[in-house]
């Protein structure tokens, strides 16, 4: 085919796509006008049934809490899939070479990179946690959280302070949350199966709607993904750092 | 629609396509963090708070570090391959 009637081919297909695109959005519900029944019901259940003022919070972590399990182990085995892939590519010593190279290349950070680095770390530190604590009762939760605890990590990185990071992520420690926290979720569904009859169904007392502590499991449930995301994220960058930093070739 | 509405999805359009135009991998990134970004702000216009931190975490811690980072693994085997 000549790159004329390539063209020409490409042109008609995305033309067709268009309109069948403008189709589909001028059927669309009015935005804020949905149709079925769900999304207005959702509602006073979260608030009434759940006593938490999150309402995204009571779908993934109560109405559809089996889905994020799921979603939780999704992550816990791909973490743990991208560090053996990684790992099978090197050995104890390469580890080692990579840490020196590391400690290396720390000396030649930018003195501006530093200061915002070791300025951030710790507010950001604070900001994951906040988020994740009040996954309830605002948005966000777990899973954002938890990365932005990882980020702090990272900042910690940047700002060169070698020695520290190697003590503020010790890989076992970051593996060790990981574990944890995808285990405590599905503790939480067998306590549930177990105390309350089904699995995920809520066991813990609810207290007041609106306050740090309430919503029974669902804080609970919000913990332990904030640390299996911030174990997850964490260990993959450590790999990739790793990676990046190996001296592949050197004996 | 609310104009408020309009003007970010249009940032969102922009900002994707500006994204594909970019050949140079490591400037891309940049642009995708742009990009991101710009659906952050949309996704909080049309009320979804929860969804714009998702996005913003995903979109300018996870994937660009990993992005960068493998980058940064690729080049320095171009480098010894030479």
């Known amino acids: 085919?000549?790159?004329?009637?390539?063209?020409?081919?490409?042109?008609?297909?995305?033309?067709?796509?268009?309109?069948?695109?403008?189709?589909?959005?001028?059927?669309?519900?009015?935005?804020g006008h949905p149709r079925g029944p769900y999304a207005t019901a959702v509602i006073p259940l979260a608030l009434d049934a759940r006593h938490v003022t999150s309402v995204v919070a009571a779908v993934t972590f109560d109405i559809r809490g089996i889905d994020t399990l799921g979603e939780e182990l999704i992550l816990f085995s791909?973490?743990?899939?991208?560090?053996?892939?990684?790992?099978?590519?090197?050995?104890?010593?390469?580890?080692?070479?990579?840490?020196?190279?590391?400690?290396?290349?720390?000396?030649?950070?930018?003195?501006?990179?530093?200061?915002?680095?070791?300025?951030?770390?710790?507010?950001?530190?604070v900001l994951g946690v906040y988020v994740v604590a009040h996954g309830q009762?605002?948005?966000g939760?777990?899973?954002?959280?938890?990365?932005?605890?990882?980020?702090?990590?990272?900042?910690?990185?940047?700002?060169?302070?070698?020695?520290?990071?190697?003590?503020?992520?010790?890989?076992?420690?970051?593996?060790?949350?990981?574990?944890?926290?995808?285990?405590a979720y599905a503790l939480v569904a067998v306590g549930g199966l177990v105390f309350a009859g089904a699995a995920l169904e809520n066991f813990l007392p609810y207290g007041t709607t609106g306050q740090l502590l309430s919503g029974g499991t669902i804080p609970v449930l919000n913990v332990a993904v904030g640390v299996e995301v911030c174990g997850a994220v964490a260990?993959?960058?450590?790999?990739?750092?790793?990676?990046?930093l190996l001296r592949h070739g050197a004996p | 629609m609310n104009p408020l509405l309009l003007v970010t999805l249009a940032l969102v359009a922009l900002t994707g396509t500006a994204t594909v135009f970019v050949r140079d991998p490591a400037r891309q990134l940049v642009t995708a963090g742009v990009f991101g970004l710009a659906l952050a702000i949309m996704f909080f216009a049309f009320g979804a708070p929860?969804?714009?931190l998702s996005q913003i975490v995903v979109s300018t811690v996870a994937v660009p570090v990993m992005a960068l980072l493998t980058l940064a693994r690729l080049h320095r085997d171009d480098r010894e391959g030479e």
């Open chain 1, 78 to 125: 791909a973490a743990v899939g991208a560090t053996v892939l990684l790992r099978s590519q090197r050995g104890e010593d390469d580890t080692r070479a990579a840490v020196e190279r590391q400690r290396a290349l720390a000396e030649r950070t930018p003195a501006p990179v530093r200061r915002v680095g070791a300025a951030l770390a710790g507010p950001v530190l």
């Open chain 2, 50 to 52: 929860d969804v714009a």
């Open chain 1, 235 to 244: 260990l993959i960058l450590s790999e990739l750092l790793d990676q990046a």
């Open chain 1, 141 to 183: 939760g777990g899973f954002q959280g938890g990365v932005v605890l990882a980020s702090a990590f990272l900042l910690v990185y940047a700002a060169g302070h070698v020695v520290r990071l190697q003590r503020v992520r010790p890989v076992a420690l970051v593996e060790a949350g990981e574990a944890l926290g995808a285990g």
């Open chain 1, 1 to 31: 085919m000549s790159p004329a009637v390539r063209r020409g081919v490409a042109l008609t297909a995305l033309a067709g796509l268009a309109a069948a695109l403008l189709v589909a959005c001028l059927g669309l519900p009015d935005f």
């Open chain 1, 137 to 139: 009762l605002t948005p």
